[in-house]
T-cell receptor, first 113, second 116 residues
Framework: GAGVSQSPSNKVTEKGKDVELRCDPI?????LYWYRQSLGQGLEFLIY????????KSGLPSDRFSAERTGGSVSTLTIQRTQQEDSAVYLC???????????FGQGTRLTVV | AQKVTQAQTEISVVEKEDVTLDCVYE???????LFWYKQPPSGELVFLIR??????QNEISGRYSWNFQKSTSSFNFTITASQVVDSAVYFC?????????????FGKGTLLTVNP
């Protein structure tokens, strides 16, 4: 596709379950980012990938959060043992490199009940 | 620590009015970049502009203009002759990692509603 694609667009899960959020970046983009948007905290950086490596994971809020990227393309953000405070919109973005314009997906709205 | 403040939570204007969105930032670094993004109801963030700390010239792009003043640590955004399609949440952001995109500190956003 032409843009950054995220799936699912909406996810409702029960507290304590694991969830996986997927991001398909724009083809050829080596840099990929995950951000979280919540009412209380606004937009927060989670993790940055350059290729398949994650030089900066400092924004991941706890060890329940992990992410990987394979083939320099698709990335998956996994949240284990979800908590209600994990409810937010998770945004993925990609760019040709970390210095060029970043294009964002439409996000995955996660609701933990 | 970095901080971006967008004091205006919501602004409502009538079409064709000019509107200015305020952004004040804090950073200890002398080299940094400032950004504005638009978030329409569809949810994705749309890049509008990036400006580095060494370039204080104002920028104009069509109906959009940006005023960067280091003396007041502000990077304000003006929409001239607003249109209904300008309705969105606008975010100001700061990066001090040599202009990279990966670790942006965002403001809380300003919801702009342009009424016909």
């Amino acid at each position: 596709g032409a843009g950054v694609s995220q799936s699912p667009s909406n996810k409702v899960t029960e507290k304590g379950k694991d969830v996986e959020l997927r991001c398909d970046p724009i083809s050829g983009h080596t840099a990929l980012y995950w951000y979280r948007q919540s009412l209380g905290q606004g937009l927060e950086f989670l993790i940055y990938f350059q290729g398949n490596s994650a030089p900066d994971k400092s924004g991941l809020p706890s060890d329940r959060f992990s992410a990987e990227r394979t083939g320099g393309s698709v990335s998956t953000l996994t949240i284990q043992r979800t908590q209600q405070e994990d409810s937010a919109v998770y945004l993925c973005a990609s760019s040709f490199d970390r210095y060029t314009e970043a294009f964002f997906g439409q996000g995955t709205r996660l609701t933990v009940v | 620590a970095q901080k971006v403040t967008q004091a205006q939570t919501e602004i409502s204007v009538v079409e064709k009015e000019d509107v200015t969105l305020d952004c004040v930032y804090e950073t200890r670094d002398t080299t940094y970049y400032l950004f504005w993004y638009k978030q329409p109801p569809s949810g994705e963030l749309v890049f509008l502009i990036r400006r580095n700390s060494f370039d204080e010239q104002n920028e104009i792009s069509g109906r959009y203009s940006w005023n960067f003043q280091k003396s007041t640590s502000s990077f304000n955004f003006t929409i001239t002759a607003s249109q209904v399609v300008d309705s969105a949440v606008y975010f100001c952001a700061l990066s001090d990692d040599g202009g990279s995109n990966y670790k942006l500190t965002f403001g809380k956003g300003t919801l702009l509603t342009v009424n016909p």
